[in-house]
């Protein structure tokens, strides 16, 4: 059997978060510049970009006051 050896156990990385967990899929289209500022965030933190995109929004959001804070 033929193996990719881009999918081998000894290269997959997958980022680990104790408190992340699964939730429903939402599709949005986004300005490339602002996809690639994630892609970059996801590659430099080791985090998924769906990972990296949820803090930045959950950030902004509570920055604007539309949605509390639950770290305080």
């Given at each position: 059997?033929?193996?990719n050896p881009r999918l081998s156990m000894?290269?997959?990385r997958?980022?680990?978060r104790?408190?992340?967990e699964k939730r429903p899929v939402l599709s949005a289209t986004i300005h490339p510049d602002l996809k690639r500022t994630l892609?970059?965030?996801s590659e430099r933190?080791?985090?998924s970009i769906s990972q990296v995109t949820d803090e930045v929004l959950y950030k902004g959001l509570v920055e604007m006051q539309e949605l509390e804070d639950i770290n305080k």
């Open positions: 059997m033929l193996e000894n290269n997959v997958v980022p680990r104790d408190n992340y892609v970059a965030m933190t080791g985090l």
